[in-house]
């Protein structure tokens, strides 16, 4: 996704954010099929989402930019509709997952952390596992 937004977010130290939303991103790509609009929904007014979301160059911009509509039956909301394309999102999410080390969405029940984390081991033991077999066979490995 070719968005300045996204490169502000991507170029900052603002790690915050960049966790912040691709939390909520994962949340709605996880429960995209199931009609429930709770995750759908972010409160702006959330001293959280000002000071991790709001305050740094780029992170409502690119909410915006993804298809994040003002909702309008509360000035405190800020909604992603049913039925709008992903598309935006699922790339938005990815390169800046990308940036966080996520680069798993997390299973149904697993917190932002454990996936990280067994996204880290199961990288780990690919890379470590290619290394032996390249080593092994004097192959390369690509």
């Known amino acids: 996704m070719d968005s300045p937004a996204l490169q502000s977010l991507l170029k900052s130290d603002a790690e915050a ?3 912040s939303i691709v939390r909520i991103l ?3 790509l996880r429960t995209q099929h199931e009609g429930d609009s709770k995750f759908r929904r972010i409160n702006i007014s959330s001293e959280t989402f000002v000071e991790n979301v709001i305050s740094v160059e780029g992170g409502l911009d690119l909410l915006f930019e993804i298809g994040f509509q003002e909702d309008t039956t509360s ?3 800020l909604v992603f ?3 709008h394309p992903i598309a935006k999102l699922e790339a938005a999410r990815n390169q800046l997952a990308r940036a966080v080390g996520a680069t798993k969405l997390p299973l149904e029940g697993t917190s932002s952390e454990e996936a990280q984390s067994s ?3 199961t990288a780990a033991a690919s ?3 290619s ?3 390249g080593m092994g066979n004097q192959l390369q490995v690509n």
């Open 17 to 19: 954010a960049r966790k």
């Open 26 to 28: 994962d949340n709605i």
């Open 75 to 77: 000035n405190e909301h």
């Open 81 to 83: 509709p049913f039925g």
């Open 119 to 121: 996204n880290q081991s």
């Open 127 to 129: 890379s470590n596992q």
């Open 131 to 133: 290394t032996a077999v």
